[in-house]
């Protein structure tokens, strides 16, 4: 089946910080790849995605890029500020038939300090 | 603006009630969603519909059913609530995808059911 795993938080960083979280996944055919982010008290918004092997995907700074070799899709920013403070969702849709249907990891939540 | 909206914010029940979720997106969107959002679990797909009518189960659709009478507005039902339904609501919706290319799902505010 399709699965994704990512980094189990909380993840505490200062300030400019450099900020990675881990995503890997498990899926038929070739999937897209997805970062959805949550900030306090509100619903889920679309980060970034790729959707082809070696593609980028970038935003606000954010950045992941799609390794099909290592079956990965890591989020990374070279200075986090305290605004990025939220939980981070990795997600997939699978290659073909239903392209519609989100898999997500656990989420990891990230608390940016002054 | 892309708009999704739940009914409530905040909703408290007791166990055994019928409690009803509504969603109501404004994007003339054929895909929308339910799911649930708990700590450590993440999201998980409750029911979704691809149009009027239509629904298809998702991961965890045992004890609640779904309504989609209209395009724009997916009703979630919990037809005997029980504590273990407490938990966080999230609807979302999408175009229906015609090709490979994905189309962004958006997503509502939630709602945070409390069962007592």
């Known amino acids: 089946g399709n699965s994704v795993t990512q980094m189990e938080g909380p993840v505490t960083l200062s300030e400019e910080a450099f900020l990675t979280i881990n995503c890997t996944y498990t899926?038929?055919?070739?999937?897209?790849l997805f970062w959805y982010v949550q900030y306090p008290g509100e619903g889920l918004q679309l980060l970034l995605k790729?959707?082809?092997?070696?593609d980028k995907g970038s935003n606000k700074g954010f950045e992941a890029t799609y390794r099909k070799e290592t079956t990965s899709f890591h989020l990374e920013k070279g200075s986090v500020q305290v605004s990025d403070s939220a939980v981070y969702f990795c997600?997939?849709?699978?290659?073909?038939?239903?392209?519609?249907?989100?898999?997500f990891g656990k989420g990891t939540l990230l608390t940016v300090n002054p | 603006d892309v708009k999704v909206t739940q009914s409530s914010r905040y909703l408290v029940k007791r166990t055994g009630e019928k409690v009803f979720l509504e969603c109501v997106q404004d994007?003339?969107?054929?895909?929308m969603f339910w799911y649930r959002q708990d700590p450590g679990l993440g999201l998980r797909l409750i029911y979704f519909?691809?149009?009027?009518?239509?629904?298809e189960k998702g991961d965890i659709p045992e004890g609640y059913s779904v309504s989609r009478e209209k395009k724009e507005r997916f009703s979630l039902i919990l037809e005997s609530a029980s504590t273990n339904q407490t938990s966080m609501y999230l609807c979302?919706?999408?175009?229906?995808?015609?090709?490979?290319?994905?189309?962004?799902?958006?997503f509502g505010p939630g709602t945070r059911l409390t069962v007592l």
């Open positions: 519909s691809y149009d009027v009518k239509m629904k």
């Open positions: 899926a038929t055919g070739y999937p897209s």
């Open positions: 997600a997939l849709i699978p290659g073909g038939g239903s392209n519609y249907k989100l898999t």
């Open positions: 979302a919706s999408s175009f229906l995808g015609l090709s490979i290319s994905y189309n962004e799902q958006f």
């Open positions: 994007m003339d969107h054929e895909n």
């Open positions: 790729a959707t082809k092997a070696d």
